[in-house]
């Protein structure tokens, strides 16, 4: 048990550090030094308390969307269509936002609401037509991402198009006060962390950690969970265990968009306070890459996101004051997602040769 | 206005703007025959647009831009076979990090090397090729398409090699006890496909832009596999389906300038997909073996 504890974390900090030799490699090439480069990139991120404010700013959409991921991989399906479920699950959150002027004990807890139902049944279609007609749910929820992506564009640049409007990216109007997540400066301030209000960091960076909690109780305490884990590991045999497969299916890529609609709160109401044409930008694609990283699990997958957020933080720093471009991330990014695949595959067969010559 | 939008010039249209979800489909067609879903044909075309204006503009010959546009799909490919039949590491998260690794990387070097965002210079096209006594041009890849179509079409179901892939891709197991080594047969497979991938990308940048844009393959990579769903798996199915989808794309291109919102045009492709996965217009079967790792 201990073994396997440490080859689970060892394998992915590996992979990290693998991802990172090669990004210096490439530094080099470049002429310039990698240590002076990654020091931009961490001075910028980790030692300032603004820069861990847009750290965990940015990991908030990524903990939701490596969630979503991870309870899909759960149930044994490969949930690629986060990203159409984020915009769905945005562009329903903002449309109550403009059309219900409620006081934010309402307004709030019915914005996330919509998100996680509209994702939800996003998320849904692919799981019925897996369900009902056994169509693999990888195709489905890639051509769902590219409908829902045409289809919040088509609404945000008619319908709902703010009147108007000046900035040349289209946007809704702004959301009733009643639907604004707030900012989290003004508690720290009084807690006594110098946090400036520009930081975006709102609370939906807690409510994203309290499903992080709820994820883990869902899928570790419940008969849902356990159903769910059954279902993944071997479809057959839960069905001998009177387990309805198809239903948990359905039920899994329900919860699986649910996830990933929350996962655009924190740009419509935490930051923007409106939807935003395209503001997405991979971040469904992103959990992916968190929630192998973090092995699907809760807690690793909100240190692999804070790990993506620091990424992200730093690779705007990388731009400013150094002369590599900060694509470089998104390679060792790429990178990371290769490594810790092949890491877990080898770690795993390496556990199964244990297990065998230990019998 | 229904006069002006239908006529010669749409077809015409449509077949350039099928070109290359066309080459990316064959490419998915031969990796996915062999039993390797490639999902990477998206990150695989944009190297590929990249590699055609890298090689063009070094040397100002679009020729040497096709054949680095073949060599960069190609090296993508390459990883992902190693990665998903070497290492039988899932496919879909292979190709997934491929394709945020080919965005990234076609970005970064295109800043290093152009020393701008956003795009790279203009650059050379091919020459186009002229009918002998007429004053018809057609451009010498969509040429290389239709013989590359034809060859596709009778090397998977006629030749020798074509079977054996097929048997990877249905069954591997038995493929392999008869002698066939799967693991060369499906590295085959996603290499071709790299390549072809590659030259669809270079369609994108040598033909239709002249230029190469950070991102410009737009989830072509994804509707060509789609495509090649909606073909069935077939190179002629594979180039009908594009066809449809180019006419499409060609089709929203004209809508646009009325004024017309083409956001639901340009979701066909993807609905019909959809449609064709759940047998409402006529049912498409993968090969049996499409996506699982072959263990010996």
């Known amino acids: 048990m201990i073994r396997r504890i440490l080859i689970n974390i060892l394998a992915p900090f590996l992979a990290v550090l693998l991802a990172f030799s090669v990004g210096a490699i490439v530094i080099y090439i470049l002429g310039e030094n990698p240590l002076f480069v990654y020091?931009?990139?961490?001075?910028?991120?980790?030692?300032?308390?603004?820069?861990?404010?847009?750290?965990?700013?940015?990991?908030?959409?990524?903990?939701?969307?490596?969630?979503?991921?991870?309870?899909?991989?759960?149930?044994?399906?490969?949930?690629?269509?986060?990203?159409?479920?984020?915009?769905?699950?945005?562009?329903?959150?903002?449309?109550?936002?403009?059309?219900?002027?409620?006081?934010?004990?309402?307004?709030?807890?019915?914005?996330?609401?919509?998100?996680?139902?509209?994702?939800?049944?996003?998320?849904?279609?692919?799981?019925?037509?897996?369900?009902?007609?056994?169509?693999?749910?990888?195709?489905?929820?890639?051509?769902?991402?590219?409908?829902?992506?045409?289809?919040?564009?088509?609404?945000?640049?008619?319908?709902?198009?703010?009147?108007?409007?000046?900035?040349?990216?289209?946007?809704?109007?702004?959301?009733?006060?009643?639907?604004?997540?707030?900012?989290?400066?003004?508690?720290?301030?009084?807690?006594?962390?110098?946090?400036?209000?520009?930081?975006?960091?709102?609370?939906?960076?807690?409510?994203?950690?309290?499903?992080?909690?709820?994820?883990w109780y869902l899928l570790e305490r419940t008969r849902w969970g356990y159903e769910i884990k059954a279902v993944g590991l071997n479809p057959k045999a839960s069905r001998y265990g009177g387990i309805n497969p198809n239903y948990i299916i359905i039920l899994v890529m329900f919860l699986s968009g649910a996830l990933g609609g929350l996962a655009g709160?924190?740009?419509?109401?935490?930051?923007?306070?409106?939807?935003?044409?395209?503001?997405?930008?991979?971040?469904?694609?992103?959990?992916?890459?968190?929630?192998?990283?973090?092995?699907?699990?809760?807690?690793?997958?909100?240190?692999?996101?804070?790990?993506?957020?620091?990424?992200?933080?730093?690779a705007l720093a990388m731009d400013v004051f150094t002369n590599t471009p900060r694509e470089l991330i998104r390679v060792i990014q790429a990178i990371i997602i290769i490594f810790v695949a092949i890491g877990n595959e080898l770690i795993f067969r390496l556990l199964q040769r244990l297990e065998r010559e230990g019998e | 206005m229904i006069g002006g939008i239908l006529s010669l010039e749409l077809l015409i249209s449509a077949l350039r703007m099928s070109v290359p979800l066309t080459f990316a489909s064959l490419g998915g067609v031969f990796s996915e025959r062999g039993g390797v879903v490639n999902i990477a044909l998206e990150g695989i075309m944009l190297v590929g647009a990249f590699g055609a204006v890298v090689g063009t503009y070094f040397t100002n010959n679009p020729w040497i831009g096709l054949l680095t546009a073949m060599s960069f799909g190609f090296l993508i490919a390459f990883i992902h076979a190693v990665v998903s039949i070497t290492f039988r590491i899932n496919q879909i998260i292979s190709g997934t990090?491929?394709?945020?690794?080919?965005?990234?990387?076609?970005?970064?070097?295109?800043?290093?090397?152009?020393?701008?965002?956003?795009?790279?210079?203009?650059?050379?096209?091919?020459?186009?090729?002229?009918?002998?006594?007429t004053n018809w041009q057609i451009s010498p890849l969509i040429v290389i398409m239709f013989t590359v179509i034809i060859i596709s079409q009778v090397v998977i179901f006629k030749?020798?090699?074509?079977?054996?892939?097929?048997?990877?891709?249905?069954?591997?197991?038995?493929?392999?006890?008869?002698?066939?080594?799967?693991?060369?047969?499906?590295?085959?497979?996603?290499?071709?496909?790299?390549?072809?991938?590659?030259?669809?990308?270079?369609?994108?940048?040598?033909?239709h832009a002249r230029v190469f844009v950070e991102g410009m393959t737009t989830g072509r990579g994804y509707i060509a596999l789609a495509g090649m769903i909606f073909g069935r798996w077939t190179p002629l199915g594979s180039f009908s389906a594009c066809f449809l989808f180019g006419l499409a794309e060609a089709l929203r291109m004209r809508l646009e300038g009325f004024g017309i919102p083409t956001q639901f045009i340009q979701m066909i492709p993807y609905i019909v997909t959809m449609c064709v996965l759940i047998g409402v217009v006529g049912r498409a079967v993968a090969p049996a073996y499409d996506g699982i790792p072959f263990e010996k």
């Not at chain 1, 003004?186 to 960076?205: D, E, M, Q």
């Not at chain 1, 992916?288 to 990424?311: D, E, M, Q, R």
């Not at chain 2, 591997?172 to 590659?198: C, E, H, K, Q, T």
Request: proline content about 5%; hydrophobic content about 50%; charged content about 10%.
């Open chain 2, 97 to 133: 990090a491929l394709n945020i690794m080919s965005a990234g990387l076609t970005t970064f070097l295109s800043r290093l090397i152009f020393k701008a965002a956003g795009s790279s210079p203009h650059i050379e096209g091919m020459v186009q090729w002229r009918f002998p006594g």
């Open chain 1, 39 to 215: 020091k931009i990139l961490l001075i910028n991120s980790v030692t300032k308390v603004d820069g861990w404010g847009y750290v965990l700013f940015n990991a908030t959409p990524l903990i939701f969307s490596g969630l979503a991921v991870a309870l899909a991989f759960k149930g044994g399906l490969f949930n690629i269509g986060v990203e159409g479920q984020i915009y769905i699950g945005a562009f329903a959150c903002a449309w109550f936002g403009i059309t219900f002027n409620v006081r934010p004990l309402i307004g709030i807890p019915m914005g996330l609401l919509f998100a996680m139902i509209f994702g939800g049944l996003w998320g849904v279609i692919a799981g019925y037509l897996k369900a009902r007609f056994g169509a693999h749910e990888v195709i489905n929820t890639i051509m769902l991402n590219f409908i829902a992506i045409a289809l919040t564009n088509y609404l945000v640049n008619n319908p709902f198009k703010e009147p108007g409007q000046i900035n040349p990216i289209p946007q809704t109007k702004e959301l009733f006060s009643g639907f604004i997540i707030p900012r989290v400066y003004p508690l720290l301030n009084k807690l006594g962390i110098n946090l400036s209000p520009s930081v975006p960091l709102n609370y939906t960076f807690f409510i994203s950690i309290l499903f992080c909690v709820i994820v």
């Open chain 2, 159 to 207: 030749t020798r090699y074509g079977l054996r892939l097929r048997a990877c891709g249905e069954n591997p197991y038995a493929a392999d006890s008869l002698g066939v080594n799967v693991i060369m047969m499906r590295y085959s497979g996603v290499l071709i496909s790299g390549i072809l991938g590659g030259l669809g990308g270079a369609f994108l940048s040598l033909e």
């Open chain 1, 265 to 314: 709160v924190n740009d419509v109401m935490g930051y923007r306070h409106r939807f935003l044409d395209g503001f997405s930008r991979g971040t469904g694609f992103t959990g992916i890459a968190v929630a192998l990283l973090g092995k699907n699990n809760p807690i690793g997958i909100v240190l692999a996101s804070i790990l993506f957020g620091i990424l992200d933080r730093g």
